[in-house]
């Protein structure tokens, strides 16, 4: 083969490529878009269109937990912390605290797969921005709670439409409150 003939094979392939391509684009030019204009021009909440088994952040029931703290020792990147302290008049356990740090957490599900009854779950939610990063952190007891007692074998009603952890979401433009700024974390695994 001839320095000519090479050249012309070469032009010939870039031509054809070229059209090729062209005929792709073409062929989607007169279809009806895919793209979303989310938020605002969508049929439906976009939570209605995730598959069910979709990892959104995570909330607990706290009317359920148990205060086994078996989701925190899973937990990879210590996102949650759990405390249980002897309440020291009833001498009863108590769950003092219950948090997830959501800006942390890589959604992996190894906590909710762990958990006896089902009270920590993804939910659909996964809009979670806010101004401030404590605004993130979902604290789940506001007061001293008794663990629930759990009974072998029995379904217990739990939502799992992320009602609770909304209510915990601070707003997004809200300052965080003085006692959330700079809350230390439980100590690192040694």
């Given at each position: ?42 049929a439906k909440p976009i939570e209605e269109t ?118 915990r979401i601070r707003d997004y433009f809200a ?16």
């Open positions: 083969m001839n320095a000519v003939s090479r050249y012309v094979d070469n032009i010939w392939t870039t031509a054809t490529s070229f059209f090729e391509g062209l005929s792709v684009t073409m062929s989607w030019m007169f279809r009806r878009p895919m793209t979303i204009q989310y938020p605002d021009k969508i995730l598959p069910e088994r979709y990892r959104g952040i995570l909330e607990v029931d706290i009317r359920f937990c148990i205060g086994c703290s078996a989701c925190m020792r899973t937990c990879p990147i210590d996102v949650i912390v759990v405390e249980v302290a002897k309440h020291p008049e009833a001498g009863t356990r108590m769950i003092t605290r219950f948090d997830i740090d959501v800006s942390k957490c890589m959604f992996c599900g190894l906590c909710t797969e762990v958990c006896p009854t089902g009270c920590l779950h993804h939910t659909p939610l996964f809009e979670g921005t806010a101004t401030y990063i404590e605004n993130l952190v979902l604290r789940y007891v506001d007061a001293p709670v008794e663990p629930f007692k759990l009974k072998k074998g029995e379904e217990y009603p739990i939502d799992r439409s992320g009602r609770i952890a909304r209510a300052p965080p409150p003085e006692e959330f700024r700079h809350v230390p974390q439980r100590e690192q695994r040694a």
